[in-house]
């Protein structure tokens, strides 16, 4: 029984270090291949020595005290105490019962099994331990211990982390020791109760080891205290510093008498000092922990809160903006006027020509409609964008063309298809936001296979092998030739020129990927050659997320195209939930978040760059310590790449929730929450709120139009537009944060409110109800407000899509100002009719009228805008029209 139970155990370790081995090994070449071994290396050592550190104190700990058990367990003993009666002896002889057959290998398996889970889960969490030994300072202190605001983030998740392996390790050794005196007879539960001399002084020892790491976990509280909520504030207030925290130090006096007490009770086995010692800690817990502080918050705190709590409430305010990087918000008014005219609309047109009447949902349908070709082909998603094409500043949505061999079918899902042959998607397609044709669909500036331009930049590498889509490995330069894509009623076949990618072509590296991927296709096929390469972890999160785990993923990758190739930028974040007095969000999860770094990922190699694009977060810098490789500069951004990047969008997000409440700066304000934002509600039925959108338009007070992310808000439970934020994303101004206020006294139509004027709209509804008759179904489009000078103009897409149908078409765009709701087919022709139906057709004695009135500024202003557009695309003849148009003007106001 032994003996096959010795070879079972051998075979699963020997397939556990085969297993553990073929994971390094591969690990290893796929780093190396990519330039990152050096980060690699430091994780593995690191995830190595905690291991083995954690795994071999924790089985020590475990056998000293199971060796221990068996030796006082064993050993003649004087008596026995039987708790709650009175002291009977009980003899037991040098050659007592040992318990039963195997006991001592069982336990000993038992305590193996937990130090391995132990020593995995402690090693699962390298990178903290590491943050904590190259740490930099954050250089700013926290407001209650003056402590740099880096111990919060690096040492303390460090010391907590230690002293749950403490009390874990204190907690098995207990029930080990609890487990062999039990089946020694030297503990036994009943209506007598028996425990033995040698048990309780082993427990005695046991316990002032846990009280002892009780003391230092209330040390630990101290500061636990700055992530406390009372409602009011998150972060210590007025009874944690003046009550709380004194208290804890007379529980951390009471921890160390306990201790004191069951160290003492080995030598003298008492049944009534540890009960004593527990009692006195966790008793004393109670009173100073819990009753103390809450009786004085009832009573003394609860009357006086606002002026005993204000100065914490600042705090609050001012760490949690800090920790959301807030602090720096640029807050301008907001006029919100009626004063939009056609002029002031011409002055702004490259916000006019770039309002998005394509949703993502709509967009995405029928770009897989009309552009995916094949079965085998896939948009994963839409995304929005800006080129300069042809001069103009134009915001695009575009979509990767991938490929994804399980919509092969079923006949087709051959080993050779999916990881030989079909290999790789082909090219985007990309359209404006604000286009669509006769027939109400999108108009392409890319699109086809091999790709086809109509005025989007030109792509001479269109080949996809990594992308947005997970798709399996693929062996590349093999004996057959990679499918490239279909073209009449043959294919067209191509070969991978990438230099990524691990060579396959010996014996060896076949039979290690084979065991890898659970595939002996891998050794069995005739197809690998000396040159063939493997290409795995294809997938861009996965790739990121491989080499640095430690950094939170943006949910959208989103590709570019830069020199005729596909990349794709994602966006990644350092984060912590140890900030103190910072707000939390994503269900508690962080309190601390920075844009730390822009990953760019070649579509068509696979190679990686990771650019620093936070280098003051301190938890970025200290990443930075530890692998000096993996950062570039942001500055060495290639300039074309720099022009792509977006704000990201969760940020903007976890930002946007942070400051709905935060932007209230004033402790009176904030504690009375008498001004708090949310995101407007959206028409979907499910309750859901609006998303933040990019756009191109021209901010109040600023000269040219620039791409921005944008959120409306309104007030809580109120569905009228209080604000609203930009994150502004072009170079000159990248990650600036403004906040435009309404006044206050003015009522500001919210999306919400305009999604209700439109369905009280008789018009419009009636339409709608006729279209929903006819076989087709409506999809309403999301309302997007659009800030034109001081004055907010609303734009909603309407789509058709046939019952039988999937291809949903843009037929109607309606357009809401002031009072005035329109639909048209057109933007423009909404615009037009919704103008017109406000002030009429512009004239020459309007246009004088608004001359004499003092409206020179905005026709200089439109004219300025203008002939700044015609300058940068170099179109000299009209920059001389508007040139001569501001002249006439300034005429006119001097013989005014």
Same mark, same amino acid.
């Given at each position: 029984?032994?003996?096959?139970?010795?070879?079972?155990?051998?075979?699963?370790?020997?397939?556990?270090?085969?297993?553990?081995?073929?994971?390094?090994?591969?690990?290893?070449?796929?780093?190396?291949?990519?330039?990152?071994?050096?980060?690699?290396?430091?994780?593995?050592?690191?995830?190595?020595?905690?291991?083995?550190?954690?795994?071999?104190?924790?089985?020590?700990?475990?056998? $000293?005290?199971?060796?221990?058990?068996?030796?006082?367990?064993?050993?003649? *003993?004087?008596?026995?105490?039987?708790?709650?009666?009175?002291?009977?002896?009980?003899?037991?002889?040098?050659?007592?019962?040992?318990?039963?057959?195997?006991?001592?290998?069982?336990? %000993?398996?038992?305590?193996?099994?937990?130090?391995?889970?132990?020593?995995?889960?402690?090693?699962?969490?390298?990178?903290?331990?590491?943050?904590?030994?190259?740490?930099?300072?954050?250089?700013?202190?926290?407001?209650?211990?003056?402590?740099?605001?880096?111990? &919060?983030?690096?040492?303390?998740?460090?010391?907590?982390?230690?002293?749950?392996?403490?009390?874990?390790?204190?907690?098995?050794?207990?029930?080990?020791?609890?487990?062999?005196?039990?089946?020694?007879?030297?503990? *036994?539960?009943?209506?007598?109760?028996? $425990?033995?001399?040698?048990?309780?002084?082993?427990?005695?020892?046991?316990?002032?080891?846990?009280?002892?790491?009780?003391?230092?976990?209330?040390?630990?509280?101290?500061?636990?205290?700055?992530?406390?909520?009372?409602?009011?504030?998150?972060?210590?207030?007025?009874?944690?510093?003046?009550?709380?925290?004194?208290?804890?130090?007379?529980?951390?006096?009471?921890?160390?008498?306990?201790?004191?007490?069951?160290?003492?009770?080995?030598?003298?086995?008492?049944?009534?000092?540890?009960?004593?010692?527990?009692?006195?800690?966790?008793?004393?817990?109670?009173?100073?922990?819990?009753?103390?502080?809450?009786?004085?918050?009832?009573?003394?705190?609860?009357?006086?809160?606002?002026?005993?709590?204000?100065?914490?409430?600042?705090?609050?305010?001012?760490?949690?903006?800090?920790?959301?990087?807030?602090?720096?918000?640029?807050?301008?008014?907001?006029?919100?006027?009626?004063?939009?005219?056609?002029?002031?609309?011409?002055?702004?047109?490259?916000?006019?020509?770039?309002?998005?009447?394509?949703?993502?949902?709509?967009?995405?349908?029928?770009?897989?409609?009309? *552009?995916?070709?094949?079965?085998?082909?896939?948009?994963?998603?839409?995304?929005?964008?800006?080129?300069?094409?042809?001069?103009?500043?134009?915001?695009?949505?575009?979509?990767?063309?991938?490929?994804?061999?399980?919509?092969?079918?079923?006949?087709?899902?051959?080993?050779?298809?999916? #990881?030989?042959?079909?290999?790789?998607?082909?090219?985007?397609?990309?359209?404006?936001?604000?286009?669509?044709?006769?027939?109400?669909?999108?108009?392409?500036?890319?699109?086809?296979?091999?790709?086809?331009?109509?005025?989007?930049?030109?792509?001479?590498?269109?080949?996809?092998?990594?992308?947005?889509?997970?798709?399996?490995?693929?062996?590349?330069?093999?004996?057959?030739?990679?499918? =490239?894509?279909?073209?009449?009623?043959?294919?067209?076949?191509?070969?991978?020129?990438?230099?990524?990618?691990?060579?396959?072509?010996?014996?060896?590296?076949?039979?290690?990927?084979?065991?890898?991927?659970?595939?002996?296709?891998?050794?069995?096929?005739?197809?690998?050659?000396?040159?063939?390469?493997?290409?795995?972890?294809?997938?861009?999160?996965?790739?990121? #997320?491989?080499?640095?785990?430690?950094?939170?993923?943006?949910?959208?990758?989103?590709?570019?195209?830069? =020199?005729?190739?596909?990349?794709?930028?994602?966006?990644?974040?350092?984060?912590?939930?140890?900030?103190?007095?910072?707000?939390?969000?994503?269900?508690?999860?962080?309190?601390?978040?920075?844009?730390?770094?822009?990953?760019?990922?070649?579509?068509?190699?696979?190679?990686?760059?990771?650019?620093?694009?936070?280098?003051?977060?301190?938890?970025?810098?200290?990443?930075?310590?530890?692998?000096?490789?993996? &950062?570039?500069?942001?500055?060495?951004?290639?300039?074309?790449?720099?022009?792509?990047?977006?704000?990201?969008?969760?940020?903007?997000?976890?930002?946007?929730?942070?400051?709905?409440?935060?932007?209230?700066?004033?402790?009176?304000?904030?504690?009375?929450?008498?001004?708090?934002?949310?995101?407007?509600?959206?028409?979907?039925?499910?309750?859901?709120?609006?998303?933040?959108?990019?756009?191109?338009?021209?901010?109040?007070?600023?000269?040219?139009?620039?791409?921005?992310?944008?959120?409306?808000?309104?007030?809580?439970?109120?569905?009228?537009?209080?604000?609203?934020?930009?994150?502004?994303?072009?170079? %000159?101004?990248?990650?600036?944060?403004?906040?435009?206020?309404?006044?206050?006294?003015?009522?500001?139509?919210?999306?919400?409110?305009?999604?209700?004027?439109?369905?009280?709209?008789?018009?419009?509804?009636?339409?709608?109800?006729?279209?929903?008759?006819?076989?087709?179904?409506?999809?309403?489009?999301?309302? #997007?407000?659009?800030?034109?000078?001081?004055?907010?103009?609303?734009?909603?897409?309407?789509?058709?899509?046939?019952?039988?149908? *999937?291809?949903?078409?843009?037929?109607?765009?309606?357009?809401?100002?002031?009072?005035?709701?329109?639909?048209?087919?057109?933007?423009?022709?909404?615009?037009?009719?919704?103008?017109?139906?406000?002030?009429?057709?512009?004239?020459?004695?309007?246009? %004088?009228?608004?001359?004499?009135?003092?409206?020179?500024?905005?026709?200089?202003?439109?004219?300025?805008?203008?002939?700044?557009? #015609?300058?940068?695309?170099? =179109?000299?003849?009209?920059?001389?029209?508007? &040139?001569?148009?501001?002249?006439?003007?300034?005429?006119?106001?001097?013989?005014?």
């Amino acid at each position: 029984m032994v003996r096959i139970v010795a070879t079972a155990i051998s075979a699963i370790f020997c397939l556990l270090v085969l297993s553990i081995a073929a994971d390094v090994i591969i690990d290893w070449a796929w780093f190396s291949d990519l330039g990152y071994l050096s980060v690699f290396q430091m994780a593995l050592a690191t995830k190595a020595a905690v291991f083995l550190g954690v795994f071999s104190m924790s089985i020590a700990a475990l056998w $000293v005290n199971e060796w221990l058990a068996f030796r006082l367990g064993m050993r003649a *003993q004087s008596g026995a105490l039987v708790l709650g009666s009175d002291v009977a002896r009980l003899r037991i002889s040098s050659g007592a019962d040992p318990g039963p057959p195997y006991l001592r290998l069982i336990l %000993a398996a038992a305590a193996s099994f937990a130090s391995l889970l132990v020593a995995l889960y402690q090693a699962s969490q390298w990178d903290l331990f590491l943050r904590f030994l190259y740490q930099v300072p954050y250089g700013d202190a926290d407001p209650v211990f003056g402590a740099d605001l880096g111990f &919060f983030l690096f040492s303390l998740p460090a010391y907590v982390t230690l002293k749950d392996w403490a009390l874990t390790l204190i907690i098995l050794s207990a029930a080990t020791a609890l487990a062999v005196y039990a089946a020694l007879g030297s503990v *036994q539960l009943g209506p007598r109760t028996v $425990v033995s001399r040698a048990a309780i002084a082993h427990g005695s020892a046991l316990l002032g080891a846990l009280l002892t790491v009780k003391a230092g976990s209330y040390a630990l509280d101290r500061y636990l205290l700055l992530y406390s909520n009372n409602d009011i504030l998150v972060g210590a207030g007025y009874t944690d510093v003046n009550v709380t925290l004194p208290l804890i130090s007379v529980l951390v006096a009471l921890a160390l008498i306990g201790a004191m007490l069951s160290f003492a009770n080995v030598r003298i086995c008492s049944r009534r000092l540890p009960v004593a010692a527990v009692v006195l800690v966790f008793g004393g817990s109670l009173v100073f922990g819990e009753v103390v502080p809450t009786v004085f918050q009832s009573l003394v705190v609860k009357p006086n809160e606002l002026d005993l709590e204000r100065p914490y409430i600042q705090r609050s305010i001012n760490l949690t903006r800090a920790a959301y990087g807030l602090q720096n918000v640029a807050v301008r008014p907001f006029a919100a006027e009626q004063g939009l005219t056609p002029m002031l609309l011409e002055a702004n047109q490259p916000t006019i020509d770039n309002i998005r009447l394509w949703d993502g949902g709509p967009l995405i349908d029928t770009y897989r409609q009309l *552009q995916e070709i094949r079965t085998y082909y896939r948009f994963h998603t839409a995304d929005v964008d800006r080129y300069w094409l042809s001069g103009i500043y134009r915001q695009v949505t575009l979509a990767a063309r991938e490929i994804d061999t399980s919509r092969l079918p079923s006949s087709a899902q051959t080993w050779v298809n999916r #990881h030989i042959l079909f290999t790789h998607g082909s090219g985007v397609v990309m359209s404006p936001v604000n286009r669509k044709s006769a027939e109400g669909l999108p108009l392409f500036y890319l699109r086809d296979i091999p790709p086809v331009a109509d005025g989007g930049p030109p792509i001479s590498e269109p080949r996809i092998y990594f992308g947005e889509v997970n798709s399996p490995y693929v062996i590349v330069n093999s004996s057959v030739p990679e499918f =490239d894509y279909p073209k009449g009623n043959a294919n067209v076949f191509a070969r991978y020129g990438g230099a990524r990618g691990i060579p396959i072509g010996s014996t060896a590296w076949r039979m290690l990927f084979a065991w890898y991927f659970k595939d002996p296709s891998v050794v069995l096929t005739d197809y690998i050659t000396q040159e063939s390469r493997l290409l795995f972890r294809r997938a861009v999160k996965e790739r990121v #997320h491989t080499i640095a785990p430690f950094l939170r993923l943006d949910g959208n990758p989103y590709p570019v195209i830069t =020199d005729g190739r596909i990349v794709w930028i994602q966006d990644a974040y350092t984060t912590s939930n140890y900030f103190p007095y910072a707000q939390t969000v994503s269900r508690g999860e962080l309190d601390y978040i920075r844009n730390a770094a822009k990953v760019v990922i070649d579509g068509y190699d696979g190679s990686i760059k990771f650019y620093l694009a936070a280098p003051s977060d301190p938890i970025a810098r200290t990443y930075g310590r530890i692998f000096p490789e993996l &950062f570039t500069p942001l500055s060495r951004m290639p300039a074309d790449l720099q022009r792509h990047l977006r704000y990201p969008q969760d940020l903007f997000i976890a930002q946007v929730q942070v400051y709905r409440t935060y932007h209230m700066g004033t402790p009176e304000v904030f504690y009375n929450r008498e001004d708090v934002w949310e995101l407007p509600r959206q028409l979907d039925g499910n309750g859901g709120t609006m998303a933040p959108y990019y756009m191109i338009i021209r901010l109040p007070g600023e000269a040219e139009a620039e791409f921005i992310l944008m959120a409306p808000m309104v007030p809580i439970r109120r569905d009228n537009m209080i604000a609203w934020i930009a994150a502004r994303c072009d170079p %000159a101004h990248y990650g600036e944060l403004i906040v435009y206020e309404f006044p206050k006294d003015k009522l500001v139509f919210g999306p919400f409110q305009i999604e209700a004027r439109i369905n009280q709209n008789t018009a419009i509804s009636q339409q709608i109800t006729l279209w929903n008759q006819r076989g087709s179904r409506v999809i309403r489009g999301n309302v #997007h407000v659009i800030p034109i000078e001081n004055s907010l103009l609303y734009v909603s897409p309407l789509y058709l899509r046939a019952e039988e149908g *999937q291809i949903p078409e843009l037929k109607r765009v309606i357009a809401a100002y002031g009072e005035q709701v329109v639909m048209e087919e057109t933007l423009a022709d909404a615009l037009a009719v919704l103008f017109r139906q406000r002030a009429g057709a512009p004239s020459p004695e309007a246009t %004088a009228a608004q001359l004499a009135g003092g409206g020179i500024r905005e026709l200089l202003r439109g004219h300025y805008v203008r002939a700044v557009e #015609h300058l940068k695309r170099g =179109d000299w003849a009209n920059f001389g029209k508007e &040139f001569d148009a501001m002249r006439s003007l300034l005429d006119h106001a001097d013989k005014q």
